[in-house]
């Protein structure tokens, strides 16, 4: 069954360091999300993406992020300047119409 | 932004029972609810959703109930099974919107 994968499954970073998460969507999806948990709270939504496009976005999601699909299988979020608030589980999700698959995560820590 | 809540956080069922978790929603925009099942340390995996137009869908042990007038749904899941053990969240999505609103989750128990 095909499924979404996300790399790293944990990453660990400096406050102020950049870091990308990646993604790869079910191959015949066409929308592309991006969600996070904080511990204890949750999940939020982050962004969509559609047609090589952000289609909405949350106010989570400000000038420090980004989101990017570099080549046909790949979909990346960037978090430019890590801050300590950064850390929680993020989530990769896509969707044919209304049902969202999501993969199993990237942990980061921000120290 | 309590849009979608679920009011317990924990709910404990004898194995083979039916176990019914409970969701309510306050923005009348949503028309398409899903649930989904979560383990630690793991991405929410898909279980089943409902359209608006609908009130009841079903898919193998599972069913999800839709009261509009109310703003809740309810997940039914009979038997239940020592696997069912998870935290349950429902989510919920409006028309020409793309994000799921979540739940704050209910952590299911099966007891053997």
């Known amino acids: 069954e095909p499924e979404v994968t996300q790399t790293p499954s944990h990453q660990v970073t400096q406050m102020g360091q950049e870091v990308i998460l990646r993604c790869v969507p079910i191959s015949n999806h066409l929308y592309f999300y991006w969600y996070r948990q904080i511990l204890g709270q949750k999940v939020e939504f982050l962004v969509s993406f559609y047609n090589n496009e952000i289609s909405e976005k949350s106010e989570i999601f400000d000038d420090q992020f980004s989101v990017e699909r570099p080549d046909g299988s790949n979909f990346t979020l960037k978090i430019r300047s890590t801050k300590l608030e950064d850390s929680a589980m993020y989530f990769c999700?896509?969707?044919?119409?209304?049902?969202?698959?999501f993969g199993p995560g990237t942990r980061l820590t921000v120290l | 932004d309590q849009q979608v809540k679920q009011n317990s956080p924990s709910l404990s069922v004898q194995e083979g029972r039916i176990s019914i978790l409970n969701c309510d929603y306050t923005n009348s925009m949503f028309d398409y609810f899903l649930w989904y099942k979560k383990y630690p340390a793991e991405g929410p995996t898909f279980l089943i959703s409902i359209s608006s137009i609908k009130d009841k869908n079903e898919d193998g042990r599972f069913t999800v109930f839709l009261n509009k007038s109310a703003k809740h749904l309810s997940l039914h899941i009979v038997p239940s099974q020592p696997g069912d053990s998870a935290v349950y969240f429902c989510?919920?999505?409006?028309?020409?919107?793309?994000?799921?609103?979540f739940g704050t989750g209910t952590r299911l128990t099966i007891i053997p």
């Open positions: 999700a896509s969707s044919a119409v209304n049902e969202q698959f």
């Open positions: 989510a919920a999505k409006g028309f020409g919107n793309e994000k799921l609103t």
